[in-house]
């Protein structure tokens, strides 16, 4: 059963920084690519971020890109968001997502197979 367990979400002002974790179990890295998602309420869900464990690729969101970073530690099955300058659009609740590595990118920015349960963060002017 693959379970995706997010923290690090939290208050913060504009231009500061916050670090999301995502715990991974119940999936093996190599087979998945691994992103995070955010919603805030009103607004379509966005995709955030998301890498692939082959070769390292990453891919970001044009409204975060330069700012935010996407990681992961395979010996702790473990997925980071290192995310900097932060704005207060970039309030919302962050998902910590999991696709087939088989996906194409136009599923993997649209949607995911699993679904962390959130983090808020927020981001006061």
């Known amino acids: 059963q693959v379970q995706l367990v997010e923290s690090g979400g939290g208050l913060v002002q504009a231009g500061g920084s916050l670090r999301l974790s995502c715990a991974a179990s119940g999936l093996t890295f190599s087979s998945y690519v691994m992103g995070w998602f955010r919603h805030t309420p009103g607004k379509e869900r966005e995709f955030v971020a998301a890498i692939w464990w082959s070769g390292g690729s990453t891919y970001y969101a044009d409204s975060v890109k330069g700012r935010f970073t996407i990681s992961g530690d395979n010996t702790k099955n473990t997925v980071y968001l290192q995310m900097n300058s932060l704005k207060p659009e970039d309030t919302a609740v962050y998902y910590c997502?999991?696709?087939?590595?088989?996906?194409?990118?136009?599923?993997?920015?649209?949607?995911?197979?699993?679904w962390g349960q959130g983090t808020q963060v927020t981001v006061s002017s």
């Open positions: 997502t999991a696709a087939y590595a088989s996906r194409p990118v136009s599923y993997i920015k649209r949607t995911a197979d699993y």
